[in-house]
């Protein structure tokens, strides 16, 4: 669960602090997490313990991760859990190493690091300010204890130190940036032809016996779902009445309290005439910019227009076609020295030449934007929003803490949590591992209603976040095994299975023979693409990531052997849609490194190098694992 809730929450860290914040986190005493009387473990690390929860964890964020990448292509019945399992502990097993080799090379994470990092999630900030009541209620919600929150945390920050100066530091040989995009910049010119697999699959058949015989042998590609119905009460903050009525005091403090919030600050007209001056300029050059910008000063006392002057003398192209108008500005826009010059003049008043590191300004004011605040009447409506949300967010986490409550020490019913607090107990559907709609459409909701807490021992699920202050906890209340689909329902889709199977190998071998036919006689893919009715395509030279053709095309062109004469390269290959691609390559150009862009070498350097990271940290995990004593029980990789 710790590592579940630092995914969600953890942003970006920030380093900015305030000075409060260390000593309300001192008490937390980061070091009691050490102490622990847990005996079961799936892994020891030169003798640090790796628990079975860290393990499940690890694993149900690893399946996570596949079925968000695989998205409709996930399928539960195809996953190999024991390999999964044993992918995670070996993450876990390196990640132990990793840290373990930090803290030996002396990396270290203060308390003042980890209370920054703390600071910077948002989720334990009130009107952006960090809470420490709001910091305890979120971690305490998830059954997580600030101390084991922040102990994980500087762990985290001890591994990036870690890993990140060994990747910062890494450095690909230089010869190998060159050689590189030889090979990544070349170039290639070829003919091809396509054979369909449309062509292939119209002249097949398949019998009932070899759906049969598929279907015998693939049965449990052909599996309905195990699949669950489920209830579930939802907390949502957004439908929370708190009761609360706004009084004029309240909106009357929440203003005050943000008044600079509804102030437009005051801003000033001026208009300038700049000489300007280089920030190395020698003495000569800057008393001659000076007497040149005192006699304009001279001639606008005198009574010369100061726009026309501006026209004429002004260094600044942006504003002297326009008399030097600069328009309305407030502080922090200009140059310092330019700002304080400007709000301390009044309308129609002169300054004498100001220096900036732009050079010398003479600077005329025009006019006048006092600051205005916004009343309160105008921001009514949005402060009220505000106090009733805060009051609804204060109510939601009072009410989430009771349904976690309810939920666990009543884990055979929801009714009680329901009675509390005046919940309606909904039913999801059937819903599976991988698919359901409402609430299961969520993918940690499915999680938890496949787990074994939930499914096999029939409790209610924690408190399940699936939105900002939105909950749910969810119970099975009938369960459907998997179970093998019938021949007949499945007879179509297998016939289709096998259809493509044939056209597929139909595709290649008929492809196959053209190749060698290429290679072996005085036929050209364009008479082979005339006998087979197909049509023959050219390119010009194309590099590797060429849009067309299609990527298949372009990654059978650079699969071929590269040609040693003026007489093309034949290559044949089948692609993953099954239509055959026969290549002619006809000449192969090597990627020019000194005519790449300096910013695209650039980039091409530090992908090297971070190759080169890579490899390095993965040298050392080698060499970490080779001295290290890891103990791996028999139920750890089950």
């Known amino acids: 669960m710790l590592l579940a809730i630092r995914e969600r929450i953890m942003g970006v860290v920030g380093w900015v602090i305030l000075g409060l914040l260390v000593i309300a986190f001192a008490f937390f005493g980061l070091n009691s997490y050490l102490q622990t009387d847990a005996i079961n473990y799936a892994a020891v690390v030169n003798g640090e313990e790796i628990s079975l929860a860290q393990h499940q964890r690890a694993y149900e964020r690893l399946r996570r991760s596949m079925e968000e990448q695989l998205g409709q292509a996930f399928d539960p019945a195809l996953l190999n859990d024991g390999l999964l399992k044993a992918n995670a502990l070996q993450q876990l097993?390196?990640?132990?190493?990793?840290?373990?080799?930090?803290?030996?090379?002396?990396?270290?994470?203060?308390?003042?690091?980890?209370?920054?990092?703390?600071?910077?999630?948002?989720a334990f900030r009130e009107n952006g300010i960090f809470s420490k009541e709001k910091y305890e209620r979120v971690l305490g919600y998830q059954g997580i204890h600030p101390a084991e929150f922040e102990y994980s945390l500087q762990q985290d920050i001890i591994a990036s130190q870690f890993t990140n100066g060994m990747s910062a530091t890494a450095a690909a040989p230089e010869q190998n940036l060159s050689q590189a995009f030889i090979l990544e910049g070349q170039q290639r010119r070829f003919e091809y032809l396509i054979l369909p697999l449309s062509t292939f699959s119209s002249n097949v058949t398949v019998s009932d016996e070899e759906i049969a015989d598929y279907y015998e042998a693939n049965g449990d590609a052909f599996m309905t779902p195990e699949r669950v119905q489920a209830q579930d009460l939802e907390l949502d903050a957004a439908v929370l009445d708190s009761g609360v009525e706004v009084d004029e005091q309240d909106l009357q403090a929440l203003y005050d309290e943000q008044a600079s919030k509804y102030v437009t600050p005051e801003e000033r007209h001026a208009r300038h005439i700049l000489i300007s001056l280089l920030a190395d300029a020698d003495d000569e050059t800057t008393t001659a910019a000076r007497e040149k910008a005192e006699s304009v000063v001279a001639r606008l006392d005198d009574g010369e227009d100061f726009a026309v002057l501006a026209g004429e003398l002004s260094d600044d192209p942006g504003s002297a076609a326009n008399g030097g108008d600069l328009g309305f500005f407030g502080r922090g826009i200009m140059a310092p020295e330019?700002?304080?010059?400007?709000?301390?003049?009044?309308?129609?008043?002169?300054?004498?030449?100001?220096?900036?590191?732009?050079?010398?300004?003479?600077?005329?004011?025009?006019?006048?934007?006092?600051?205005?605040?916004?009343?309160?009447?105008?921001?009514r409506d949005e402060l009220t929003?505000?106090?009733?949300?805060?009051?609804?967010?204060?109510?939601?986490?009072?009410?989430?803490?009771?349904?976690?409550?309810?939920?666990?020490?009543?884990?055979?019913?929801?009714?009680?949590?329901?009675?509390?607090?005046?919940?309606?107990?909904?039913?999801?559907?059937?819903?599976?591992?991988?698919?359901?709609?409402?609430?299961?459409?969520?993918?940690?909701?499915?999680?938890?209603?496949?787990?074994?807490?939930v499914l096999?021992?029939?409790?209610?699920?924690?408190?399940?976040?699936?939105?900002?202050?939105?909950v749910v906890v969810v119970r099975a209340s009938e369960r459907q095994e998997a179970s093998r689909k019938s021949l007949d329902s499945v007879s179509e889709e297998i016939s289709q299975i096998i259809t493509g199977e044939k056209a597929r190998a139909m595709a290649e071998a008929r492809g196959s023979e053209l190749v060698a036919e290429l290679q072996n006689s005085d036929a050209t893919l364009a008479s082979v693409a005339a006998a087979e009715s197909l049509e023959l395509h050219t390119t010009e030279l194309l590099t590797r990531n060429a849009s067309e053709p299609a990527a298949p095309v372009v990654a059978a062109a650079f699969a071929a052997t590269e040609p040693e004469s003026d007489q093309p390269v034949y290559y044949g290959t089948i692609s993953t849609s099954g239509d055959y691609i026969i290549i002619a390559l006809q000449d192969v150009k090597a990627g020019d490194f000194s005519s790449l862009p300096a910013m695209a070498q650039e980039q091409l350097w530090n992908n090297l190098n971070q190759v080169q990271g890579a490899a390095e940290l993965d040298a050392i995990l080698r060499d970490l694992k080779a001295q290290a004593s890891i103990a791996i029980p028999d139920q750890a990789d089950q």
């Open 93 to 122: 097993i390196n990640q132990t190493l990793l840290l373990q080799a930090a803290e030996n090379a002396g990396f270290s994470a203060s308390n003042e690091q980890v209370a920054a990092s703390i600071s910077s999630i948002e």
């Open 456 to 470: 096999d021992n029939g409790n209610n699920s924690a408190a399940i976040e699936i939105g900002p202050d939105h």
């Open 385 to 453: 929003a505000q106090l009733l949300n805060a009051e609804r967010g204060d109510l939601f986490y009072e009410k989430s803490e009771t349904l976690s409550n309810l939920a666990f020490e009543q884990p055979d019913s929801l009714q009680a949590a329901a009675d509390e607090l005046e919940l309606e107990i909904m039913e999801t559907g059937w819903v599976s591992a991988s698919e359901g709609t409402g609430i299961a459409a969520h993918d940690n909701v499915r999680e938890a209603l496949f787990s074994e807490d």
């Open 338 to 379: 330019f700002e304080n010059a400007v709000f301390e003049l009044q309308p129609g008043e002169l300054s004498k030449p100001v220096k900036s590191p732009f050079g010398f300004h003479v600077i005329e004011l025009v006019a006048i934007r006092p600051e205005v605040a916004t009343p309160l009447d105008d921001v």
